[in-house]
């Protein structure tokens, strides 16, 4: 089994597929040719399921960053004998610039280490473990590097290096002197007699990379107020989780990193959760602009427009293709991280009913309407059905935002979001085709959640708004009260809510739980980081700025030393648990940034 601290590992991305780079060198997570596919690489779940390491024996100390304006990654090592970069990159296109990005992606993860100082010895291991790591492929030498064969994906190592090949792994072992640098590409499914690619071939690739990056980033990242590294940090992870070829975005590139070490909670979370992307394409509103967006809803519009008119519900997930069957499966072949069994592929929640999925789209779309311009028809008219059906259903019981695995439950957030739903519709009414009656239906029912809201989603003996209707237990969700605009932050209600979760819903660092209540799981889970920036943006709306900050930089402080979030932090070590990194949490921090910003000019904001 794995024990690497998950805020060891870096992500690369070429808005496709995603690798994690321990700060060592391995790479011990690969998924080609897109996010949710098998591994190529796993030791990040099980030490038998391959990796590619670049070791640099001696090192004594090791300095890492991403290059300016990408996920392009370099790793400084430091040794009695000299000094070597290590640069690591997931390739993108020739020739891809800002909107373009990942666009033709070749499917190639390059390397390049070049000594800077004095003498450096490497050490290199390459074992190819695909099918999460139940195939060991034959491996053999070509001309410029090495074949794996015996499976049918197909990997292509383009090497100087000569190799021994034993057992399925390469090993090699190469000294460079200041200015000297080897280069080394791994290709997946390289066309039927395509010759290794040369060093310059890699260094041009890798070059490339770096521009298109840069390109991007120049073009998209326009934030310019507190924590601005941070933020654009967190715009380029978001981007990295977006599937360019459908616009699709997934929660994270990991599957089963737990919420509690040892623990069972263990979920994978290579989809796209039409609620995780919607609320992602707003955040990217923020810390750089969301060219995506109308490809994302034209995604969905095809994804569920008919399952939504013949079934009258909307599916909460999807695989990046557009696939809806996500069947739930173990592999028990493999240890997990730190021994947390199950490792599962698929994830059990693709089924079930989360009635808040149709506020988030449709506020997702009312932030982004200028960014989106005229909508086509079947989306105005898939986006009008989203609406009809947040209608229809909100008096219904359901899983809710944390996709409880019980009996369903009035819960208050999935009412709230439907109230989104329907004053985001009569927004857009002109926008979406909505005639008079149906923009009537859709103020009454607007006005009928909120009264139910007010009345069966408070309680006095809490002395906030609950989880669930008529419920005395907390629930962080009940922070988007004020975020989403359905109170203002000042209303005696909210603060008394802010204040019981900020009082009886943290652990004693200030960082904040989803709930404390059984919900149908076995075993205990860390705060959320997500919930802890929804709770500083719920501060800055009510005027708390000083405050606001405090509890952004204790969240913010748990990011590794390149800027990433894992979902969850274990309250007793402080270590980041769960899948990683996480969209959520860096939609939360860009969304508590920017809302401390406006709280600091002196310019509210509505959801």
Known sequence: MSRQPIADYALLSDCRSAALVHRSGSVDWLCFPRYDAPSVFGRLLDDRAGHWSIHVPGTTAIRRRYLDGTLVLETEFETPAGRLTLTDALAVGPNERGHELGARSPHALLRRAECTAG????EIEYAPRPDYGQVQPGLRDVSGGVLATGDRSGLLLSSATPYALE??????????????????????????????????????????????????????????????????LSGRVLQGLTYQPTGAIVAAPTTSLPEAVGGSRN?????????DASLTLEALWVAACPDEAQQFFDFLAGAAVRQLRDEGDLQIMFGVGGERDLS?????????WRDSRPVRVGNGAWNQRQL??????????????????????????????????????????????????????HFLHSKLMCWVALDRAVELA?????????????????????????????????????????????????????????????DPRVRATVEAIAERLSDPHGLVYRYRAADGLKGEEGPFLLCTF????????????????????????????????????DGATGELLGNFPQAFSHVGLVNAAWAIAQAEAGRGHRG
Request: glycine residues 10%.
């Open 328 to 336: 739930e499966r173990e592999l028990p072949h493999l240890a997990g």
């Open 119 to 122: 003498t450096v010895e490497l």
């Open 167 to 232: 057992g399925g792994s390469a090993r090699g072992r190469v000294t460079l002197r200041a200015g000297e640098s080897q280069a080394f590409a791994l290709q997946f499914q390289p066309a039927e007699g395509e010759a290794c690619w040369t060093q310059e071939e890699v260094e041009g690739r890798l070059r490339e990379t770096i521009s298109a990056w840069q390109s991007w980033s120049s073009l998209h990242q326009r934030y310019d107020g507190p924590w601005r590294d941070l933020v654009h």
């Open 534 to 569: 929804w709770l500083a943006h719920a501060l800055a709306l009510g005027g708390e700025v000083e405050r606001a900050r405090g509890v952004f930089e204790r969240a913010a402080a748990f990011v590794n030393d390149l800027g990433l979030l894992a979902e969850e932090v």
């Open 267 to 275: 979920w994978d979370y290579r989809y796209t959760w039409i609620r």
């Open 356 to 409: 808040d999925v149709y506020g988030e789209l449709l506020s997702a779309v009312h932030r982004l309407r200028d960014q989106i311009g005229a909508f086509t028809s079947d989306t105005a008219s898939f986006l009008a059905d989203v609406a009809d059906t947040a209608l229809r259903r909100w008096r219904e019981p359901d899983h809710g935002i944390w996709e409880m695995r019980d009996e369903p439950r």
């Open 430 to 490: 002109g926008s979406i085709g909505a005639d008079g009656d149906r923009l009537s239906r859709w103020q009454e029912g607007r006005d009928q959640i909120r009264a139910a809201i007010l009345k069966q989603g408070w309680s006095e003996k809490a002395g906030a708004f609950t989880q669930t209707f008529g419920g005395k237990t907390l629930d962080a969700s009940t922070l988007l009260i004020p975020i989403v605009g359905f109170l203002p932050a000042d």
